[in-house]
């Protein structure tokens, strides 16, 4: 079945440490987006990717990176300098063109230790 | 920018009756979709309905429909015969012509009373 896998479902950070989340999709999709989702509210785009090798901010980037390396993955790292990194964070994928629905897959929770 | 509302935290209606989720946004683009999302209490985010800005013709999918009036920004939600698995989050969503992803509204728990 095609569809969006994020891993882990559950994800634990200690203080200063640097995590990875990953996100595959086999859906062909030329564009794909992180998201974060704090409780009540609604999800905020964190980075999004058009093609290989590129990729923009989103309202939310700092103190998170990403790369795009191949079309199926698009892995998103909190890194220590976020500062408040507990959320529920969304991956989605979308066919390229204007105003594609997007496919979202199940998320991570990410909690600090 | 673009800022989406979505003015009910909450609303509550009986199994089968019929209910109406209110959302206004706010764009500067004249190309732009508005979509409704439902997440349901397993977290999955899933597309609902669709409406194209520039067909004044209302989307239908089976229960659902949309009121969607351009000129006042409006874009409601209306479920018909409401069933216990239309229990979630609904959220209003818009996207811009570009491709920067999509604007969320804060939501809209939506409980089914049996």
């Known amino acids: 079945d095609g569809g969006i896998t994020q891993s882990p479902k559950y994800l634990f950070r200690k203080e200063g440490q640097n995590v990875t989340l990953s996100c595959e999709q086999n859906l062909n999709h030329d564009a794909m987006y992180w998201y974060r989702q704090d409780p009540g509210q609604g999800l905020r785009l964190i980075y999004y990717s058009q093609i290989v090798n590129d990729f923009q901010k989103g309202d939310i980037a700092e103190g998170y990176s990403v790369s795009r390396e191949k079309k199926e993955s698009f892995p998103l790292t909190v890194t220590s300098a976020q500062k408040n990194p507990t959320a529920f964070y969304l991956c989605?994928?979308?066919?390229?063109?204007?105003?594609?629905?997007?496919?979202f897959g199940d998320g991570t929770r990410l909690s600090i230790l | 920018a673009q800022t989406v509302t979505q003015s009910q935290p909450e609303m509550s209606v009986q199994e089968a009756e019929t209910v109406t989720l209110s959302c206004t946004y706010d764009t500067s683009e004249s190309d732009y979709y508005l979509f409704w999302y439902k997440q349901p209490p397993s977290r999955q985010m899933i597309l609902v309905i669709r409406q194209e800005a520039y067909k004044q013709q209302n989307a239908t999918e089976n229960r659902f429909s949309v009121n969607f009036q351009k000129a006042a920004k409006s874009f409601s939600l209306k479920i018909s015969d409401s069933q216990l698995g239309d229990a979630a989050m609904y959220f209003c969503?818009?996207?811009?012509?570009?491709?920067?992803?999509?604007?969320f509204g804060k939501g809209t728990h939506l409980i089914i009373q049996p």
């Open positions: 989605a994928s979308s066919n390229s063109g204007l105003n594609q629905p997007q496919h």
């Open positions: 969503v818009t996207s811009g012509g570009g491709a920067d992803g999509l604007t």
